[in-house]
């Protein structure tokens, strides 16, 4: 009896997806075989036997209606409305708060003199969407390592190649073993609705995280500047020491996160330049 | 009744398959408030990334579910809740498991389904997730394997494995079941 040489078809079998397998031989078999026969019979009544008892589960109103509010609102709502997780809702009011209140008392003194190593204007990354960005650096660093999505590969070179080819975007992702940062994660998360590309560097020394993202150009991401030269654009902090560096190049927008003071992230930008 | 814009294409392509996403939300979460997250969240984050659409080879529903899948294990990797590491088997040892099948005689091929309903929910929930799903979508969602494989990202060899060995544990489960509790058979073909 060639059963068992076959059984590993059985399921193919009778799924009817043996074609797929593409082997005459155990088709024959199965198709002759009494014993195979009847296993592939209770495979099909056990797939049925599922169906029946899980027909009822269907989406009851209350969620149906739940589901459209929220599309609604993100359809009307401001860039970030993310349900990312209960206990990190706190972050966008508190971040866009921070945001506008630096924008009013903080930028004034402390920014007072052009960041912009050259060439294009320095503009303030607008307050919303410095929140925004941060709030996505903030959800997306709570995953820890599980922000990496488990398909891309650990090797920048490769990342940037997968999630440009995917995104249509000319994806930053640069080795920046030499100035003491190694790859923390990696995936295609956006910023509001702008469709972009999220890597995560772990600085060595402290485990400190910074996010780079490239997402799709977005004058409102850095409104005054321009360029392809990797200089200092626009910078935003907001609560929690966290700033945003933002840039044009082509069609693209890049945007760093992380601490700032002490010129940290100034630094990492004129080092990813 | 909320309605999204008439002529929306997110309402005619997308949400008439809320009720195939509910489905698996419930069966993979097994808690109905933290499965209403799931497919709040995976139609929130549908519509962010719709208007670039991938899988279109595959059509919207496998999509839906790809995004529902992702959601559910990063929720499960913030909750902490890692799934255990699976015992993937290869299919040279598919042979080897043959003989010790609790199918056939006295197995579960000739069991009446009918009288086990609520036995199979719950066999079907004590799977981890990773052959649970699998599972799922193969019979209520009637997916071919390349299309499992894209919901789950993984190989077509693997969702066959998985596929294997999550019927090898119902009818482990059943089994037992109909042993202990004289669940009426069909007769002898």
Redesign the interface.
Known sequence: MNCDRYRQFIDAFASGELDAVNDPDALQHLNTCERCAAEASGIRQLKQSLNRVFADEGAPVALRERVRNAIRSDREAAPVTIPIQRRYRWVVPLGMAAAVAFVSLIYPIVFDQPRNSGGGGSGLVDARWASAVVSRHDGCVAMGRAHHRATLSQDVRQIRAALSKELRLDVLAPDLADAGFRLHSADACGIGRIPGAHIVYERISDGLLFSLFSVQRAGRLAPDSDGGSPRVHSISQTAGGLGVIAWHKAATTYLLCGKSGSNELETLAQTIG | ????PTGDP?EEHV?PH??S???MA??LARDESEA??L???T??RA???F??F?MREYGVRPWLLRILHNAF??HR??TKRQPAVLDEID?DR??AE??QSP??PG????IE?NAI?EE??RA?DSLQPEYRVV??L???EEM???EIAEVC?CA?GTV?SR??RA?RL?AEKLSDYAKTENVPRKPD?
């Open positions: 009744m909320t309605t999204l997110f949400l809320l009720d996403v509910c489905r419930r069966r209403d997250d497919v709040q969240e139609f929130v519509f962010r990334a208007p670039r991938e294990y990063t990797a913030k299919f598919f042979a043959g003989d199918e056939g197995g579960i091929d000739n389904w309903d199979l929910k079907v599972l799922l193969w019979s209520f071919s394997y390349k990202g077509v066959m596929l294997y019927r119902l073909r």
